[in-house]
């Protein structure tokens, strides 16, 4: 009963002073929807990662100089080379494929138009290892992967800007200073994790090294095993070889990684949860100050109401109920914040998420969370003026002026 | 045609009250030894020039303040015994105050001033309004129900004050320079209301004035001079 009275009372008192309370709840509402945001971008990207690691797959290992995983900065390391790629796949038992790549960024060219893109040298079996397919036209066939002949097959981003609606096979563009035939054209994949996964033009490996990029070199191999059971034998293995190539010696580390997909998924979900944890910081001191700012106003608010108080104790209210009118109006301020947080939030994880490309995960505990913690600021942050309130004395305060 | 509880204990009984406030050196002596007693239905007016411990009288008698030695009895309650909230109560149920300044909440209806005693006392919305446009009404303020008090005038809000205080059928009537603010012909409508209002419904007042005029309406005056009663007045 005195409580839905002291919540009109509350709402009475935040409307009349309409503008100053939504100043007032602007921390609360920017902590919350932070909060609210980070968690949701967070929990779409880990997905959206976990998902296209599974695609994927578990029987997939990405070999590359330097080192991804380990921490530290990232060191200088020479390149693979084709003799690299050659030992691997004669040495190491238990492979299905072995796919180098070689990429570089050009620009292409078509008639008056022109679009930058990456270039990738492939082989054969690189369309399975990242599941790309062909919407038109071909893939490379063994003559042209082995002579290193000026074909290509164009992603989706680089047809449209290139032909428009226009039929692209059988065409010739320009990648640098190498004419090149158009035999085929990717299926669109889309955008994902802020990413155009189909901004790319692929050639045969050869003709990468020969026409575009000059040397023999290798900036990455993606090998399938066999039996996933196996990964980690064949992982080792690769390490060994690679070692004794490299002429590592016992005490140094490697300078080229190997990783398999759980290995990325794991490292990049630790990014994301470092991130997520900076950002949940960050709002819970947004969500202090919040707090802060609505015991600063409260306080202002009983200064102001000094007389009112006075007149309700001299009319018979008791302490309690001042101190009820008062908290209830700290934490009807702070969850107008919340809730107002929590609908800014979620549009901002929709906006960010959409832009991304990842899915918009909502986890309906953190929205209650998020709405509990928000009426806890205001309980714990209105306390002080309320009791200031509920202890003024009824002579002094119907005096004040 | 007194009430018939004039007849029995007095409603208000200060015997041998003090008031002092602050300590030692500095302590002001507001009351030396106040002796009172007021019975149901009477209208009584309390002036005395400027710090004579009429307001520290008031104060006490409205449960605001505590005396500081000596008894306050209530209809035989001990109010020097009661805690803060249990004050709150005896004023909530029993005392109606009406002050010079009118204190109305401002930026608020007149009738929502006139219930807010009522939701204290937990009546119910629609209970509420009823009880507060009757005060009103009693008053004379039928039609105005829904203006702030800044839309009225001083004697219009006085009246809008005296209905706050009356709507929850008190005991007594405190009021405390009721006409101090309004001009003579509006100060004699407002005696003519509380005068009414004691007459026809046994409600007993005590009234702190400077007025002699004013002060006329009572059945009787009790000077104050100093901290003590003077002297006590028919009119």
Known sequence: ?401 | MMDAGADGAPLIDLAGVTKVFGIGDIAVHALQGIDLQIRRGEFVAIMGPSGSGKSTAMNILGCLDQPSGGHYRFDGVEVGALNRDQRALLRRHFLGFVFQGYNLLSRTTAVENVELPLIYQGYARAERRAEALSALQRVGLAGRELHDPSELSGGQQQRVAIARAIVTQPEVLLADEPTGNLDTARGREIMDLITTLNRDEGLTVVMVTHDTDMAGYAHRIVRFRDGQIERVDAP
């Open chain 1, 1 to 401: 009963m005195m409580l839905i009275e002291a919540s009109r009372l509350a709402m009475q008192a935040i409307v009349r002073n309409a503008f100053r309370s939504i100043l007032t709840v602007l921390g609360v509402v920017i902590g919350v929807a932070a909060v609210i945001a980070m968690v949701a971008i967070g929990q779409g990207t880990t997905a959206e990662v976990t998902s296209q690691v599974s695609e994927l797959g578990s029987d997939l290992l990405l070999i590359e100089p330097g080192s991804i995983v380990h921490s530290g900065p990232p060191r200088p390391a020479a390149p693979f080379s084709d003799r690299d790629v050659d030992a691997i796949r004669r040495q190491i038992t238990g492979l299905d494929t072995v796919s180098p790549l070689v990429a570089r960024s050009a620009t292409l060219i078509f008639g008056n138009r022109n679009w930058v893109s990456t270039v990738q040298g492939v082989e054969a079996p690189y369309l399975d290892v990242v599941n790309y397919s062909l919407a038109a036209g071909r893939f490379f066939q063994d003559g042209e992967l082995r002579s290193g002949l000026p074909v290509c097959v164009l992603g989706a981003t680089p047809k449209t800007e290139l032909f428009g609606n226009g039929d692209p096979i059988g065409a010739s563009i320009r990648i640098r200073q190498m004419s090149c035939r158009v035999i085929g054209v990717l299926e669109a994949k889309g955008a994902s994790l802020g990413q155009d996964r189909d901004d790319l033009v692929l050639t045969p490996l050869r003709t990468m090294q020969r026409r575009i990029a000059g040397s023999q070199d290798v900036d990455m191999i993606f090998a399938t095993v066999r039996d996933p059971a196996a990964i980690a034998r064949v992982q080792a293995d690769i390490e060994a070889l690679l070692r004794e190539r490299r002429r590592i010696g016992p005490q140094e580390e490697d300078d080229f990684d190997v990783a398999d997909m759980k290995e990325i998924a794991t490292m990049l979900g630790d990014i994301t949860t470092i991130l997520t944890g900076l950002l949940a910081a960050l709002a819970a001191i947004s969500l202090l100050v919040g707090g802060i700012g609505i015991m600063n106003i409260m306080l202002v608010s009983v200064t102001e109401r000094t007389r009112e108080i006075g007149i309700r104790l001299a009319i018979g209210a008791t302490s309690a109920q001042v101190l009820l009118q008062f908290l209830v109006e700290a934490v009807a301020l702070s969850v107008i914040g919340g809730v107002i947080g929590i609908a800014l939030g979620l549009g901002l994880a929709w906006g960010v998420t959409d832009w991304l490309g990842v899915p918009m995960v909502v986890d309906p505990r953190i929205i209650v969370l998020a709405f509990l913690f928000s009426a806890a600021v205001g309980v714990v942050f209105g306390f002080v003026p309320a009791r200031r309130a509920a202890r003024l004395d009824p002579i002094e305060a119907l005096r004040h002026e």
